[in-house]
């Protein structure tokens, strides 16, 4: 017989079997945040602490902005795993929100439909670009001559 078979067994990684999901990330200056969306029942997680406990405590609405903005209806049937490293605790916080925002849009066009996944993408660009444009500013480099990136030491005549 050729060695093709027709009717071979559907192996766990193949169209059929796939869970519907999506892996987007997140990025701010070096942190780097990566958003695992499947479907479920509105978990949130971010490095296996639910999003409600995330420190610093004054950052967290930062992280649940797309969230409130959203509304809580949308982002009830998916469960979202994120893994952040990398930055510091601004950083981090700037890099879940955008992983969060960036991964629903992406949900959306993919397993929902356009219109829905249109509506998101306005209004959280209407809000602020961040959320789903990362931001390309990186800290410069230092030159010898001073003591930073730009300013140089102080210069005496006598």
């Given at each position: ?9 559907l ?11 999506v ?5 701010k200056?070096t942190?780097?945040a ?11 997680k971010v ?32 469960d ?5 490293r990398?930055?510091g ?14 991964s629903?849009?992406a949900y ?8 829905s ?12 670009k ?15 001559g ?13």
């Amino acid at each position: 017989s050729s060695g093709i078979n027709a009717e071979w067994p559907l192996r766990p990684g193949s169209r059929e079997t796939m869970v519907k999901s999506v892996q987007v990330f997140g990025r701010k200056k070096t942190a780097t945040a990566v958003a695992y969306t499947k479907e479920g029942n509105g978990m949130i997680k971010v490095n296996g602490v639910p999003i409600d406990l995330l420190e610093p405590s004054a950052l967290r609405y930062k992280v649940l902005e797309p969230v409130l903005l959203l509304g809580k209806k949308r982002f009830e049937g998916v469960d979202i795993r994120i893994r952040v490293r990398g930055g510091g605790a601004t950083a981090r916080v700037y890099a879940i929100r955008q992983s969060i925002s960036k991964s629903l849009v992406a949900y959306y066009q993919k397993f929902v439909d356009e219109t829905s996944k249109k509506e998101i993408k306005d209004i959280l660009l209407n809000y602020d670009k961040s959320m789903l444009v990362a931001d390309p500013r990186r800290c410069e480099p230092k030159k010898f001559g001073g003591p930073g990136a730009r300013a140089k030491y102080q210069k005496s005549y006598r």
